[in-house]
């Protein structure tokens, strides 16, 4: 019964092991790559920087969407160009706006996206030490009128 269990894992184990090869190898072409090593490394990396506007989660490393599959040809010639990383990705934002990065720059535009958490965490922050040290109201704490207190007792007594 050990015996059984044991050989049912490795099998699920080599299963998922030829599985991920299967995947990792339909993830690029061969003929896409660029000849040179290096450069495809370069493509690469870019890759993974930049957002697959279809998708919108995923880099376009990542995706099988035919604008991804574009984005990367698009990418891979520019490289072939002797265009730099900074220039390819300027080109995508000319084009696409600062959403095709998957890390956007921190610039002015977009300044408040990015201070918006942490200004909201510390007014939340700063409005409950304002509360909390906040006198009480006197009208709230102030004792009974005899009146009042008389009619609590009578209230008690029934």
């Known amino acids: ?15 998922a092991v030829l599985g991920a090869i299967v995947c990792i190898g339909a993830a690029s072409d061969p003929a ?10 370069r493509a690469r990396a ?17 995706s099988e969407a035919d604008l991804a599959h574009d984005l990367r040809q698009s990418i891979r010639q520019q490289i ?5 990383d900074g220039q390819i990705r300027a080109f995508l ?6 959403f095709i990065l998957l890390k956007p720059r921190f ?4 300044a408040a996206l990015w201070l918006a958490p942490f200004g909201l965490v510390l007014i939340a922050g700063g409005a409950l030490i304002w509360r909390a040290r906040r006198p009480a109201d006197p ?8 009146e009042e207190q008389a009619r ?3 209230l008690g007594e029934n």
Do not use: H
């Open 93 to 98: 934002v000319t084009r696409y706006g600062e």
């Open 107 to 110: 610039s002015l535009g977009n």
């Open 139 to 146: 009208a709230q704490t102030a004792d009974l009128t005899p």
């Open 1 to 15: 019964m050990i015996r059984d269990r044991f050989t049912r894992f490795n099998w699920r184990a080599a299963c």
């Open 80 to 84: 072939v160009q002797g265009r730099s």
């Open 152 to 154: 609590l007792n009578a």
């Open 46 to 62: 870019v890759f993974q920087q930049v957002r697959c506007v279809v998708c919108q989660n995923e880099s376009i490393d990542d």
């Open 32 to 41: 896409e790559r660029l000849a040179d090593p290096a450069k495809e490394a």
